[in-house]
Nanobody, 126 residues
Framework: QVQVEESGGGSVQAGGSLRLSCAAS????????MGWFRQAPGKGREFVAA????????AYGNSVKGRFTISKDNARNTVHLQMNNLQPEDTALYYC???????????????????WGQGTQVTVSS
């Protein structure tokens, strides 16, 4: 059973940057597609980014393209989300997730991922 745990959340002013990390255990990390989702208060879970098992293919949510970058360190069983030019609308609880296969460069739904962390809070003030 794969377990994932997020870290790196915090508070930042608009225009600032944060880097989230997700550590995975209990499975063969190098074979997993990893993803990030977020959920703001009163809203559904939104796709942010996904990365193929080998790190060669990535997909991004439309609202974060050009600002966020997902990367994977298979040697450390870790995936990162570099978030630049953060805006108040990026405020949310950010979740890391894992799935067995790469589903292509598309907008993923939360039901596409089987394993989830507890989330880390990101707050952006104006």
């Amino acid at each position: 059973q794969v377990q994932v745990e997020e870290s790196g959340g915090g508070s930042v002013q608009a225009g600032g940057s944060l880097r989230l990390s997700c550590a995975a255990s209990g499975g063969t990390f190098a074979t997993y597609t990893m993803g990030w989702f977020r959920q703001a208060p009163g809203k559904g879970r939104e796709f942010v980014a996904a990365l193929s098992f080998n790190g060669y293919s990535a997909a991004y949510g439309n609202s974060v393209k050009g600002r966020f970058t997902i990367s994977k360190d298979n040697a450390r069983n870790t995936v990162h989300l570099q978030m630049n030019n953060l805006q108040p609308e990026d405020t949310a609880l950010y979740y890391c997730a894992a799935r067995d296969t790469w589903g292509g460069n598309r907008q993923y739904h939360e039901s596409d991922f089987a394993h989830w962390g507890q989330g880390t809070q990101v707050t952006v003030s104006s």
